[in-house]
């Protein structure tokens, strides 16, 4: 029943229908003359918010459009766990954002003129909680990352004051695979994941891409998903992360939004059988089918029809499945990589690390990553 539910409401809750039918309700008032707002949260202390406030006047200039900008507060410790890495982190992805995007860090001023003050309050009544976030019409963008999602949606709604292709003000960086092929031959990716994570999913096939294509040698190091780490994940971040997904499974090609979530059980199962599935050569394929199967097909991975279906067209048969259910080695293993990962500064997944490099967090940084294999 908690699978059939799962796939109920993550079907009706990720579907392009309801998103039109939202977009159609929120846009009403404009079909009446009200003007376009968009709603900008500023955070003061926050290097992401002084990145995107430098694309607030090139984003008016091209849409009619109202910008309000809101100052708040940072988020607190259950949106944002481990702040001090966070924070550490944001000061050095920060940089590489601007020099990615041609922008200033730090930033030459302390963030947009005339912010209202009652910022914390309507964040959290429009359902958020993050600083450099952006709210048009009961859908949020977050950063520069997102700003390309944004600039789609006023183009679509007629916003945009020049017709033709779009143009966006903070471009899409992805992976292009345009580097030599086997040109980081001997060089080494780790890979932390989680499967419980709707990002380390989009990562699965630009990872294996990335590897394959520069020769690197790409290490699974799998960990326990946060929330059985001890590290909340409150409801309004999980629906963000859910729906933000969606659009980047959209622009990636990828299928998502039947999902049966595997905390706990099914995510304990499946990486017992991935631990076995590394040592037989075929954990990647063995990672890809199990977060497209609880993450777009709806397989309920606690199950044994589902685990096994999900290790069946990895190449896994029955006796290797039976053998990692009773080997509870790969807890140890979990913890080491866990250990590792907050050693490098990071908690969270998907996250990267190529050689000795500085590590990356994110899949949005898979940029990132290709730079530096083409530099190895």
């Not at 040109?183 to 709707?198: K, Q, V």
């Not at 039947?258 to 063995?286: S, W, Y």
């Amino acid at each position: 029943m908690r699978a059939t539910l799962s796939r109920f409401f993550s079907t009706i809750l990720t579907s392009r229908t309801l998103r039109a039918i939202k977009r159609a309700r929120h846009g009403l008032p404009r079909a009446f003359g009200a003007k376009a707002v968009v709603h900008y949260f500023h955070q003061p202390t926050d290097p992401y918010s002084h990145l995107t406030a430098q694309l607030l006047a090139p984003l008016a200039e091209a849409h009619r459009i109202e910008i309000k900008s809101h100052l708040v507060s940072p988020p607190d410790a259950a949106a944002a766990p481990e702040r001090e890495r966070l924070e550490k982190l944001a000061i050095d992805d920060a940089a590489l954002l601007a020099r990615a995007y041609g922008l200033k860090h730090p930033a030459p001023d302390a963030g947009p003129a005339n912010a209202a003050s009652d910022g914390d309050t309507l964040r959290k009544r429009l359902g958020h909680y993050l600083g450099a976030m952006f709210y048009f019409e009961g859908e949020w963008y977050w950063g520069v990352d997102r700003l390309h999602f944004l600039e789609e949606r006023l183009h679509a709604a007629g916003l945009a004051k020049t017709p033709g292709p779009l143009k966006p003000i903070a471009p899409v960086k992805d992976v292009a695979f345009a580097g030599k092929a086997g040109g980081a031959t001997g060089a080494t990716l780790d890979y932390f994941l989680s499967f419980r994570s709707p990002y380390t999913y989009l990562a699965v096939p630009r990872v294996r891409r990335l590897a394959q294509h520069y020769g690197a040698k790409l290490r699974l190091r799998f960990v326990l998903p946060m929330v059985m780490r001890g590290l909340p994940v409150p409801a309004p971040k999980r629906f963000y992360i859910m729906l933000d997904t969606k659009r980047e499974a959209e622009r990636l090609g990828m299928p998502f939004g039947t999902i049966v979530d595997p905390v706990g059980k099914g995510a304990e199962r499946g990486l017992a059988v991935l631990h076995h599935a590394i040592q037989a050569g075929k954990g990647e394929d063995f990672v890809e089918s199990f977060l497209r199967g609880v993450f777009a097909e709806g397989i309920d991975a606690a199950s044994d029809a589902g685990l096994h279906k999900l290790a069946s067209r990895a190449g896994l048969d029955r006796d290797l499945v039976a053998r990692a259910l009773k080997d509870e080695s790969w807890r140890k293993v979990a913890e080491a990589n866990r250990e590792e990962l907050f050693a490098l500064g990071l908690w969270g997944v998907p996250s990267f690390r190529v050689n000795q490099n500085r590590p990356h967090w994110g899949q949005d940084r898979l940029w990132a990553i290709e730079q530096e294999l083409q530099q190895a």
